[in-house]
């Protein structure tokens, strides 16, 4: 069965230091994979994607992520965190034509 | 800047209402998509369309359907609705580039429904 697990509820960091959210997948077919962020009341806005070229996927304001295959992983990590970071992350698959599986989501929490 | 824009920000409703909720997206996606969205549970999908007046059932479709008679607007509609269908519901739409292409879906702001 297709299957997106993000290993973590939530995370809390201090401002400036690294971020590390977790992702992985179950899938028979070589996924394309996305991270999403969702800040308190609003709808989800994409960070990056990974679409079977670079492995190492850059986003926006600061944020990366890296398709391992061996590990069926998409980390997302950000080198210092920042108060606006603070928001729902959710990891996405998309696995065939039809079926996008999302995460149960992430909830960052970043300390000043 | 694709927009997906929808009817109400906040909606409360009756047992057994009624309720229709209105998406609307201005960049020409052949695909949208009615998500719940519950703590602990992620987003689910309800419905999705990839064409005028075709729809598919997503993964919890009970008590919901849906229409789009415009290419532009997908409604969601619950026939009677329950207290158990109190949720955050979110409208998305993308672009169908065909297969197994990777597609990112854009997401509308989200209506939060209370049924008492």
């Not at chain 1, 996305?34 to 926006?60: C, E, R």
């Not at chain 2, 998406?23 to 689910?44: I, K, S």
Request: net charge neutral.
């Amino acid at each position: 069965a297709q299957s997106v697990t993000q290993l973590d509820s939530h995370v809390s960091v201090s401002e400036g230091t690294p971020v590390l959210l977790r992702c992985n997948y179950s899938s028979s077919y070589s996924p394309s994979l996305f991270w999403y962020v969702q800040h308190p009341n609003k709808g989800l806005q994409l960070l990056l994607k990974y679409t079977s070229a670079a492995t190492l996927v850059k986003g926006i304001n600061g944020f990366e992520a890296e398709f391992k295959k061996s590990e069926t992983s998409f980390h997302l990590t950000k080198p210092s965190a920042h108060m606006s970071d603070a928001a729902e992350y959710f990891c996405v698959a998309k696995t065939s034509y039809d079926k996008v599986i999302f995460g149960p989501g992430t909830s960052l929490s970043v300390i000043p | 800047d694709v927009k997906v824009t929808q009817s109400s920000r906040y909606l409360v409703k009756r047992t057994g209402e009624k309720v229709f909720l209105e998406c609307v997206q201005d960049m020409d996606h052949e695909n949208m998509f009615w998500y719940r969205q519950d703590p602990g549970l992620g987003l689910r999908l309800i419905y999705f369309s990839y064409d005028v007046k075709m729809k598919e059932k997503g993964d919890i479709p009970e008590g919901y359907s849906v229409s789009r008679e415009k290419k532009e607007r997908f409604s969601l509609i619950l026939e009677s609705a329950s207290t158990n269908q109190t949720s955050m519901y979110l409208c998305a739409s993308s672009l169908q580039i065909g297969g197994l292409a990777s597609y990112e879906q854009y997401f509308g702001p989200g209506t939060r429904l209370t049924v008492t």
